[in-house]
């Protein structure tokens, strides 16, 4: 399942998508995006992580994300909601 949180940067929103890092390699992280954000009419960032570990946090998204990375790092307790569609975007 696809698992996403919204993330401001100022005025800004976007959705966070977690993925694992295999995710983040074109085609694969293109297709995502399009397809999450088709679902969400939200900016999308894909976001992977070192196992546990926040701080090997990558991100991919079509805009600039580090502004958003750090502002979901920054954040205490991420919110994390199930989107109700695989990950596998071959499915879609």
Known sequence: ???YSIVRSGENR???VLVER???V???ADQ???RVGDVLSLPVM???RDEALWAGARAHAEFEAEPYL???LEARDVEWAELGMALDVEAA
Do not use: C, E, F, G
Request: aromatic share 4%.
């Open 1 to 3: 399942m696809i698992r």
């Open 14 to 16: 976007v959705a966070a």
């Open 22 to 24: 295999k995710d983040l």
């Open 26 to 28: 074109a085609p694969r």
């Open 32 to 34: 995502l995006l399009r």
């Open 46 to 48: 894909l976001v992977a």
């Open 70 to 72: 750090y502002a979901l």
